[in-house]
């Protein structure tokens, strides 16, 4: 394949991710939730880095639209800051993908990071960051720590 002809696939996915994000916004706005173009750029622009520092690929749109709907009734994302938390969030969800080692499904794991997110970490980004593998684990399988359970392979 030349490069005018990646160039134009390239395009292409921009501008099916922008529609896809747009879609996001019609759902997140009753939550008072919205990106603007600049920032639906910025998180595309940003996934792609997350995914090279990862040392992950993707297909597709990726896990973007999926975290924007698990995350969206949130009472901890702020309009203000609502692009930067997404960046946050997609980041780690891409590095706790990495660290769990593929034992939870997608779903599993934004499960358990909003479940952290909200709970524990009361909308601390920086309590996400730091949350242990076994934190994430218990947490996709509704234990709180320190209950029973096969998910100690998983300790720090």
Known sequence: MDNHAMQVIQAAQRQ??????????????????????????????????????????????GILPTLIFAFCDSPYLIKEEYAQQLMTLQNLFYLFKND??????????????????????????????????????????GREEGEDGDDDAWDD
């Open 100 to 141: 769990t080692d593929g034992i939870l499904a997608d779903d599993e794991l934004l499960l358990a990071m909003k479940r952290l997110y909200n709970d524990k970490g009361h909308g601390s980004l920086e309590y996400l960051e730091n949350t242990t593998v076994s934190d994430i684990v218990r947490a996709a399988l």
């Open 16 to 61: 099916q991710m922008i529609q896809t994000l747009q879609q996001c916004n019609g759902m997140t706005q009753r939550y008072g939730l919205t990106l603007t173009l600049p920032q639906m750029f910025a998180l595309m622009a940003e996934r792609q880095n997350a995914l090279v520092e990862s040392g992950r690929m993707e297909l597709g749109e």
